[in-house]
T-cell receptor, first 114, second 117 residues
Framework: EAQVTQNPRYLITVTGKKLTVTCSQN?????MSWYRQDPGLGLRQIYY???????DKGDVPEGYKVSRKEKRNFPLILESPSPNQTSLYFC?????????????FGPGTRLTVL | AQKITQTQPGMFVQEKEAVTLDCTYD???????LFWYKQPSSGEMIFLIY??????QNATEGRYSLNFQKARKSANLVISASQLGDSAMYFC??????????????FGSGTKLNVKP
């Protein structure tokens, strides 16, 4: 089954404790993205990746890091989480072949930073 | 400037009636794509419908249709014969396809639709 998986689905942590949210897709997609969703703001792109070892900042990259060492995986790293990073996070992937291609979203990770 | 604007934070519709969710966009690129997603209370993002900037006809997918007015830069979603299961948050999104931002997606703030029985 074609899918994007994220782990963990729920995470409560404390300020400053490094964490990683994993994302994996099995569709051989070249493009992968991370978004955060906050009430009234919709989804905002954090980082995206056009291929292995190629990443770029989205609209809200501060406080986040990413890496793309393998095509299928695109982890999101919060080196020193702060309460303003409490949010719902989505990973997404898409093919680069056509602009008609939609993104396929993971199930979301709800992060709370105390 | 906002790339995607959804001016209706919340809407109500009677079951079996049609409803239109508004979306306007802003881009100077000639090639772009417009998408609508549904997010039910369970949280997942579900792709509904797509419209390309060069498409001559409005996109349709079952009960969903996209009213694309290019000159006005609007891409409204029309849901016909609303069902209780249509109650959800709906997001309009745009994908710019210039070579520097091939995978740059912009999302609106969403419209929460409630279908009344």
């Amino acid at each position: 089954e074609a899918q994007v998986t994220q782990n963990p689905r729920y995470l409560i942590t404390v300020t400053g404790k490094k964490l990683t949210v994993t994302c994996s897709q099995n569709m051989n997609h070249e493009y992968m993205s991370w978004y955060r969703q906050d009430p009234g703001l919709g989804l905002r792109q954090i980082y995206y990746s056009m291929n292995v070892e190629v990443t770029d900042k989205g609209d809200v990259p501060e406080g986040y890091k990413v890496s793309r060492k393998e095509k299928r995986n695109f982890p999101l790293i919060l080196e020193s989480p702060s309460p303003n990073q409490t949010s719902l996070y989505f990973c997404a992937s898409s093919s680069r072949a056509f602009s008609t291609d939609t993104q396929y979203f993971g199930p979301g990770t709800r992060l709370t930073v105390l | 400037a906002q790339k995607i604007t959804q001016t209706q934070p919340g809407m109500f519709v009677q079951e079996k009636e049609a409803v239109t969710l508004d979306c306007t966009y802003d881009t100077s690129d000639p090639s772009y794509g417009l998408f609508w997603y549904k997010q039910p209370s369970s949280g997942e993002m579900i792709f509904l419908i797509y419209q390309g900037s060069y498409d001559q006809q409005n996109a349709t997918e079952g009960r969903y249709s996209l009213n694309f007015q290019k000159a006005r830069k609007s891409a409204n979603l029309v849901i016909s014969a609303s069902q209780l299961g249509d109650s959800a948050m709906y997001f309009c999104a745009m994908r710019e396809t210039n070579r520097y931002n091939f995978n740059k997606f912009y999302f609106g703030s969403g419209t929460k639709l409630n279908v009344k029985p």
